[in-house]
């Protein structure tokens, strides 16, 4: 009996010696192919600051399909795809990067991980020369997730604010540059709307960074 309480135990020490050298194996070749797909992206990376678009372009799409393909976690196919969509824009090529800014968001299981994907897609449609209603919409969401992630009083809640009232400002300036002939009241009304809005964004950024004892960020959230 003791030689068969010894023969199981060796027989469970080879059975945890094999599944720990598989799990090992998996986590190895796991880490190569994350590697492999952040080479791509530093490689896309330097080819763009080389102004070899196509490359660059080529090499952001193979770290996409890659980190697809080899079962990488979300977070790091997400940010790949945020590299492509980054590219797009900074090519201008703006309805590229608003559709793998959708893909991305279709994807989001935790709201959370949506903040950094409005953040960009304010950014493309600013930068497209859309309405500034639709970038505005961007960034409210994202205030509204980053308030309830980190807290009404956060720093995070803090630069939300002010990333929304900063497009709200210029909105204003939209919303008074509408042609003579259609020109009203309401016009003017919708401005001076905006720009309190916008103004009391500031304010409560503001008092946010005195209350975390961050006075040159309070000054700077009222002073740009």
Known sequence: ????????????????????????????????????????????????????????????????????????????????????????????RFDDSLATLEHIEAGVADEIDLVSVLHARAEVLETAGSSLARSAAELARARDIRRRHSGPTSMDAGFAAFNLARVLALQSQEAVGVPPRTASTKSAEDSMALIQQAGSLALEAHGIALAAGDARQAAAFVGQ
């Open 1 to 92: 009996r003791a030689s068969s309480g010894r023969s199981k135990q060796l027989h469970g020490a080879k059975d945890y010696d094999a599944g720990t050298a598989l799990a090992a194996g998996s986590l190895y070749f796991y880490s190569r192919k994350s590697l492999r797909v952040a080479r791509l992206i530093r490689e896309s990376k330097r080819l763009h600051r080389e102004k070899d678009y196509d490359a660059s372009l080529a090499a952001a799409t193979e770290a996409c399909r890659l980190a697809t393909v080899d079962g990488l976690s979300p977070s790091q196919q997400r940010s790949a795809l945020l590299h492509l969509a980054a590219l797009h824009h900074a090519m201008d």
